[in-house]
C-alpha cells in the first residue's frame, strides 16, 4: 500500500504537496506545552491562527540524525494522509531550518494529566466510555487506512478545550501495515505495549518483529482500563518491569473491579494471541452496547488543566531571523520577552535554537 506524498519506508527524503508546506519566517513560537524524547510541543501562531508547533530535535550522529528524520519524514506523511474527527488536525510541515510540525491547539491537555488532575475520583462512566469511542473510532480509522499506531497511550491522547473530545495525536512510531516485515521494536512505551513487540531477550531494541493492527487493541486495553479506574495500570513496576511481566509472565491488570460487560471487552482486547482480540470496529459496538445499558451522568464541572488561550504574542512579526537571541540548553523553553515584564507571548529563531 503506497503512503502518498512521496514517502517510502526506506528512505528519509522529503516530499510533500506545497499546499501542506510550512513557511517558517510565518510562525510564532510561545510557551512549551509538551515535550517528548526527541521533540518539544509549543503554543503558537501560524497566519494568525492558535496553533500547536512541534519541534524535532535532529540528534547528533549520522545515526541519530538518520533515524529521527525517518520518523518525521513518516509522521507527516501518515498526518498528511488521514483525517478524522478524533484524529488531531494537520496544518502543515517544513523540515528546514529545522524540522516543524503545525498542528491544531487543542487546549485540554493531554488524558495523562486530565486523569492526575481528577485522581482519587474517577470519570463518570459514560464520559469514560465516550472518550473510548473517541478513541476507537480514531483507531478504526486509521487502520482502514492500513496504518498502525504502536504508541496509543494517555500523553498520545490530547482534550478539546471543553473536555468533551479526545483526539489521537503523534504518528512518530506509526507504520502502514503492508511494511510489518520490515519493521523493527522501535519502543513505544514499555507499559501500554503490546507483549507481541518484545525482544525474547531483555527486549532488545531493533530485533525484526512481524506483527499486525493488532497491538493497538492491546494498548487501547490499556487505556480503557485506565479510563475506567483512573489507575497506573502495572502500578508499582518500573515500564521494563510491566513490559515483562506482560510478555513472559502474561501478567494484566486486574480486571476485577470493572463492570462485567466492560472488563469483557477489556480482557478480549489485551489477550495473548494477537488473533483473539477484536478489532476496532468490533470494539466500536462492545462499547456502544454498554453505554446503552448505563443510566445517564451527574452534571459535571470540566476541570481546567490550564489556560493557554490567554496567552499574549507580539501583533507584529519581522520574521525569524532577528526575533531571538540564543537558547540557553540548561533551560527548557527558550528565553522570553516575560523576563523583561513583558506580555506572556514569545518568540524565537529557528536558525539558533538547534
Known amino acids: 500500500m503506497g503512503s502518498g506524498n512521496g514517502f517510502d519506508e526506506g528512505t528519509t527524503e522529503f516530499s510533500l504537496d506545497p499546499k501542506w508546506l510550512v513557511d517558517p519566517k510565518l510562525l510564532l513560537v510561545g510557551p512549551k506545552i509538551g515535550e517528548g524524547a526527541h521533540a518539544k510541543v509549543y503554543e503558537g501562531k501560524y497566519k494568525n491562527k492558535n496553533v500547536a508547533i512541534k519541534i524535532v530535535h535532529r540528534g547528533e550522529t549520522p545515526e541519530e540524525i538518520e533515524k529521527r528524520e525517518g520518523r518525521f519524514d513518516r509522521e507527516v506523511a501518515m498526518l498528511s494522509k488521514v483525517m478524522h474527527k478524533n484524529l488531531v488536525k494537520f496544518i502543515g510541515a517544513c523540515k528546514e531550518p529545522v524540522m516543524v510540525i503545525v498542528t491544531e491547539l487543542l487546549l485540554g491537555g493531554t488524558l495523562r494529566k486530565y486523569l492526575l488532575n481528577l485522581r482519587p475520583r474517577c470519570l463518570d462512566t459514560r464520559v469514560a466510555i465516550g472518550f473510548a469511542l473517541d478513541i476507537a473510532r480514531a483507531m478504526e480509522c486509521l487502520h482502514s487506512h492500513g496504518i498502525i499506531h504502536r504508541d496509543l497511550k ?6 478539546t ?27 513505544g512505551t514499555y507499559r ?75 480482557t478480549s482486547c489485551w489477550k495473548e494471541d494477537p488473533n483473539d482480540r477484536p478489532n476496532f470496529t468490533q470494539i466500536t459496538h462492545m462499547l456502544l452496547h454498554y453505554l446503552s445499558t448505563v443510566s445517564p451522568p451527574e452534571p459535571t464541572i470540566p476541570l481546567r488543566i490550564f489556560a493557554s488561550e490567554n496567552a499574549v504574542f507580539h501583533p507584529e512579526s519581522p520574521g525569524t531571523s532577528s526575533l531571538m537571541v540564543k537558547r540557553d540548553d540548561s533551560c527548557d523553553t527558550p528565553k522570553t520577552l516575560a523576563a523583561q515584564n513583558k506580555p506572556r507571548g514569545f518568540f524565537f529563531c529557528f536558525n539558533h535554537c538547534y
Open 154 to 159: 494517555p500523553e498520545n491522547l490530547l482534550l
Open 192 to 266: 501500554w505495549m503490546a507483549p507481541e513487540l518484545y525482544s525474547t531477550v531483555t527486549l532488545r531494541q531493533g530485533e525484526k518483529k512481524h506483527y499486525n493492527h493488532k497491538v493497538d487493541a492491546y494498548s487501547f486495553a490499556i487505556v480503557l482500563w485506565e479510563l475506567i479506574l483512573n489507575k497506573l495500570p502495572f502500578e508499582g513496576m518500573s515500564n521494563l518491569q510491566a513490559a515483562y511481566a506482560a510478555a513472559f509472565k502474561n501478567t494484566r491488570p486486574s480486571a476485577e473491579d470493572l463492570p462485567q460487560d466492560l472488563a469483557l471487552t477489556v
Open 161 to 187: 478545550a471543553d473536555h468533551k473530545t479526545i483526539k489521537l495525536a503523534d504518528f512518530g512510531l506509526a507504520r502502514e501495515e503492508s511494511l510489518t516485515e520490515m519493521m523493527t521494536a522501535e519502543t
